[in-house]
């Protein structure tokens, strides 16, 4: 059985990496096979799961001393910081829904 990389010595990994060496290693490469593509796939779709629609990256101002605020309650929470500002603002448009339900 072939040494892992991080148990072999300077030597030992110089000799397992030597044809890294050469110049356009890469003229060498070849298709990948349906196997490759199928890992590469399984590879590249990971990442954060969608939900509903997906996300969007925004850019906000918080205040330094709200945001450590919202951090601290997050992290006793369990949640990201993102997660908890996902809440506070469904909540808003909850508590707003119904006060415009009342007020009708």
Known sequence: MKKKY????????AE????FDQEFIADKARPLSPAGKAAH??????????VGKGAERINITVERGLLSRVDRFAK?????RAQLVARALSREL??????????S
Do not use: C, D, H, I
Request: no cysteine; proline share 3%.
């Open 41 to 50: 796939r399984r590879a590249a779709a990971r990442g954060r799961p969608r």
């Open 6 to 13: 991080w148990e072999m010595n300077t030597a030992e990994l």
């Open 76 to 80: 006793r929470l369990g949640l990201s």
């Open 94 to 103: 909850r508590a707003s829904a119904a006060e415009r339900r009342l007020a």
């Open 16 to 19: 397992a990496t030597r044809e």
